[in-house]
């Protein structure tokens, strides 16, 4: 479990290049358009609570499918694909999901073979959101099910 938190830890870290800051889902507007005081915490910390739960309606389903069948993982991206109505959300989630893959790649994957059609469908340009390439990274880094969550240990 050590090894598994370590490396969670590895891939969740704030300094791995992956453009986690790339979309924020309107938080930056949020407060812009709110005036500070007591007013704004309130409706920061609501607004933050039903980003998660919109997160996780709308994504965990798709961590999970790839985690456990990651040979689905190209048709799983496609679906994910066509629930992502924004054009910068969707974007966003593809150039992080690309990232992830680039760096499980180089730095952990010593078997080149696995999860080969998944990656040559995102290295053809075909996918590659975040939700379905971590459920694959998480699936081939042996990340037990109950820990998946976005890349942070329970």
């Not at 830890?9 to 005081?37: C, K, M, Q, R, T």
């Not at 609570?49 to 994504?59: I, N, V």
């Not at 059609?117 to 340009?125: D, I, L, M, P, T």
Request: aromatic share 10%.
């Amino acid at each position: 479990m050590q090894d598994e938190d370590h490396l969670l830890l590895l891939l969740s870290d704030s300094a791995l290049p992956i453009g986690s800051f790339a979309f924020s889902s309107g938080l930056e507007s949020f407060v812009h358009h709110l005036p500070a005081g007591p007013v704004l915490q309130d409706n920061l910390l609501r607004f933050l609570r039903e980003s998660l739960r919109s997160l996780a309606y709308s994504t965990l389903p798709f961590v999970s499918a790839a985690q456990t069948h990651p040979e689905r993982a190209v048709a799983l991206d496609d679906q994910f694909d066509a629930t992502v109505t924004c054009p910068v959300a969707r974007r966003a989630s593809i150039t992080q999901g690309k990232a992830i893959l680039t760096i499980w790649e180089r730095a952990f994957m010593e078997d080149k073979s696995i999860a080969e059609e998944y990656r040559a469908s995102v290295k053809a340009g075909k996918g590659g959101h975040f939700g379905v390439a971590w459920g694959v990274v998480c699936f081939h880094c042996d990340i037990s099910r109950g820990t998946v969550h976005f890349g942070y240990p329970n």
